[in-house]
């Protein structure tokens, strides 16, 4: 994971400092709860600004958060805060901005001290957000008390998704063995992904040849002690064939240390003995999911940067295909040939050989299941050309006593909030493709968030 800057601007009136001077201690030490209320929160790193009164003030702080390199404003208002101080300032930047709209006081009947002056910070909100749809600056809004209500996570989570934004932006993802011939809802040309800030590396056979023989016989032993610790390693595995197929995995890694690679993805079709590696990395993909690398099947490069992208903020991140209904328990299954984020898995992952049936070579994989909770399965979906559509749906994810699916491949099954049949015809209407994100808890106003930024259509289901 990495860490979203936010930019904490507190807004307030000079009014009241040459007024009523005193008012500024409750002021600032509220100031700070906020703030630290904000920073402390996992994944996130606090550009603390001054409270900030005249144009002058706005001015030098929004500039600070730029060059500090921050994703997001978060605005609080401390009282009213005349909005023509910041308009200027908050039209220019180009920094998405957060209203946290909150107060002091939860119960402010019982205010025995009577204390309006601190606790009219919408007054100040509504003015500036006047301000900024008149002049069509975007802008995101969360509104409660600050220690009654969960407004603070919900600000984080639409932090997140600008995060999202600026990772699929700087996204750099490698394709093994081209695209899947015939496979066309997650297609587009190479130029559209270049356009939203994809950046392709092919592996080509040579690279393959001259990345398996630079890895050494010591590195191949410390994966193997490595995985025997981690995972359910088949015994019956053969030795010379399980170093074979490791000795695969790790030039792929190699190369994509090699390239700073985001993401990946691994065509199976086209990875035979001939392509120069060992086999399908099944089981480095799941390796690379658990250590933050994007990845998806059949050389889709935007469902692979859209799943590094997202774990730039999720680690419980992964790339999944929904496979088969189970139209009696509710359910729908999630699997794919060998790979998932094993770090997700109920019980430890079994590691063997996979038969591969469809190309020359075999190889190794890990078995695992989902482990049960709330997630949300996040598609993004080409819509022709330039433009994108993404689809969100929470759902909740159910371990299930299959013992033979566990070690027979990776799977996992989920109810969505309405029945299995409208569900899918929900999803299909709205052009939803085969591969999508399961990103564990619910991170709809992330997804959200992430459309909005990139001028993408949002749905939820």
Not at 182 to 210: L, P, Q, R, Y
Not at 334 to 341: D, L, T, V
Request: proline share 2%.
């Amino acid at each position: 994971m990495e860490k979203v800057k936010i930019g904490f601007l507190p807004l307030y009136v000079k009014l009241y400092d040459d007024g009523a001077p005193n008012m500024r201690v409750r002021i600032d030490a509220f100031a700070e709860k906020i703030a630290n209320l904000l920073g402390e929160r996992s994944g996130v790193e606090l550009i603390k600004g001054d409270v900030c009164r005249l144009e002058s003030e706005f001015n030098k702080t929004v500039c600070e958060f730029e060059k500090a390199g921050a994703d997001c404003i978060v605005t609080l208002h401390l009282a009213y805060s005349p909005s023509l101080e910041s308009e200027k300032v908050l039209k220019k930047t180009k920094l998405p901005i957060i209203i946290l709209d909150t107060t002091p006081n939860f119960d402010f009947t019982d205010d025995d001290d009577l204390s309006i002056s601190y606790n009219h910070g919408i007054h100040g909100v509504q003015d500036m957000c006047n301000l900024l749809v008149r002049n069509k600056k975007r802008f995101f809004i969360e509104a409660g008390h600050y220690e009654k209500s969960d407004v603070i996570d919900r600000v984080i989570k639409r932090a997140f998704g600008v995060k999202v934004s600026n990772s699929l932006s700087n996204a750099k993802v490698g394709r093994i063995g081209g695209e899947f011939a015939g496979m066309g809802d997650f297609c587009a040309d190479d130029g559209v992904f270049e356009k939203i800030g994809i950046k392709i590396t092919e592996m080509s056979s040579k690279n393959a040849h001259e990345y398996m023989n630079k890895v050494t016989e010591a590195e191949i032993d410390a994966q193997i002690k490595k995985d025997a610790e981690k995972y359910d390693v088949d015994s019956g595995i053969d030795k010379d064939f399980l170093r074979n197929s490791i000795r695969g995995d790790l030039a792929v890694r190699r190369w994509i240390e090699d390239n700073d690679l985001t993401a990946f993805t691994a065509n199976f079709l086209n990875i035979n003995k001939d392509f120069g590696l060992s086999g399908m990395p099944f089981a480095e993909a799941n390796r690379a999911m658990e250590r933050g690398i994007g990845y998806a099947g059949e050389g889709d490069v935007l469902t692979a940067a859209f799943v590094g992208a997202l774990m730039s903020v999720c680690d419980q991140t992964s790339f999944v295909e929904m496979f088969c209904p189970d139209w009696k328990n509710d359910l729908l299954f999630i699997s794919h040939m060998g790979e998932m984020n094993t770090a997700l898995a109920a019980k430890t992952s079994k590691y063997m050989v996979k038969p591969m049936k469809y190309a020359d070579v075999d190889t190794t994989w890990l078995c695992g299941t989902y482990k049960s909770g709330t997630a949300t399965l996040i598609d993004l979906a080409p819509m022709g050309g330039d433009k994108f559509r993404v689809i969100a749906s929470k759902v909740e994810m159910r371990e299930m006593e299959c013992e033979k699916f566990r070690k027979n491949t990776t799977c996992g099954w989920f109810s969505p909030d309405k029945n299995i049949g409208t569900f899918l015809e929900d999803y299909s209407k709205l052009g939803g493709t085969h591969h999508l994100a399961l990103v564990y808890g619910d991170m709809r106003k992330t997804a959200e968030v992430f459309a909005a930024v990139r001028g993408f259509e949002y749905f939820e289901i």
